[in-house]
């Protein structure tokens, strides 16, 4: 039976000590306590993919593509997102923005079926809470439940926020002029990776379930309240 620290593997924050990926001790962030929602997103989700990247700063857009993305050019992206094939990750806040997401590409060739590429973007008032590493992790879960054992990064040099949270995991970085390419070593999943890839998921629909309740229950107080102002607003006109 899995001890219950490694059942919490995809929640636990970025710095504190993994299991079976080396980790370095925590450095006492107020998140190393905090369990975030990750839910996996789908076709449903690409207007709101779309939104998320497309809100991200000419600066961000550039280091999360490795290039100057323009509109057309992240709406392109979008377009082409294969959901059978790769899995997307997503964060969202209490008003169901998406302000983190991840893409983990699976390769569609059969020699290198056992590789997989990672890209991770985090809107600019959701940064240092640590949701990029937090969205490493949960990949890396799913990559050895998908039976990968290598995981790359492509990332500019200057992108130091990604090779950061690459060489945390124990990523190998090897810099190539003003590009850098990273690649982590994965051990074969075990029980524990199952267990915790159902906890994962179900920990984030739970949690995003929640959240769009709250939306309606808000939206629609919103609507009874306004109803309630305009009946009273009519009492004091036919009072007068």
């Known amino acids: 039976m899995p001890a219950p620290q490694s ?17 370095q001790p ?18 449903q989700h690409r207007a709101r993919i779309a939104e998320h990247l497309l809100g991200l700063s000419e600066r961000d857009r ?8 323009s ?23 209490r008003k169901l923005e998406l302000i983190a997401m ?32 937090r969205l490493f992790d949960r990949a890396i879960l799913l990559a050895r439940h998908r039976g990968v054992s290598m995981m790359f990064i492509h990332a500019l040099s200057e992108n130091t926020a990604m090779l950061r949270i690459a060489r ?4 190998s970085v090897r810099r190539d002029g003003p590009e850098s390419e990273a690649w982590l070593q994965l051990p074969p999943a075990g029980f524990d990776t199952h267990m915790s890839k159902l906890m ?16 309606q229950f808000w939206s629609l107080l919103s609507d009874v309240q306004e109803i309630r102002r305009g009946v009273q607003d009519g009492r004091h006109r036919a009072a007068e």
């Open 168 to 171: 945390n995991a124990g990523a």
């Open 26 to 43: 925590g450095r006492g962030s107020a998140m190393n306590s905090v369990m975030v929602p990750i839910r996996a997103l789908g076709p």
């Open 200 to 215: 994962a998921e179900q920990f984030g629909e739970v949690d995003y379930r929640l959240k769009k309740q709250a939306r």
């Open 71 to 93: 509109d057309a050019q992240v709406q392109r992206y979008v377009e082409l997102l294969n959901f059978e094939r790769d899995a997307l990750l997503g964060i969202f806040n």
């Open 7 to 23: 059942l919490l593997h995809a929640f636990l924050p970025a710095g504190a000590e993994r299991s079976r990926l080396r980790r």
């Open 62 to 69: 550039y280091l999360r593509f490795g290039y100057p993305a």
């Open 102 to 133: 991840a893409h983990v590409a699976f390769s569609a060739m059969r020699d290198l079926g056992e590789c997989a590429e990672f890209g991770v973007s985090v809107a600019g008032k959701a940064r240092g809470r640590g949701f990029g590493a």
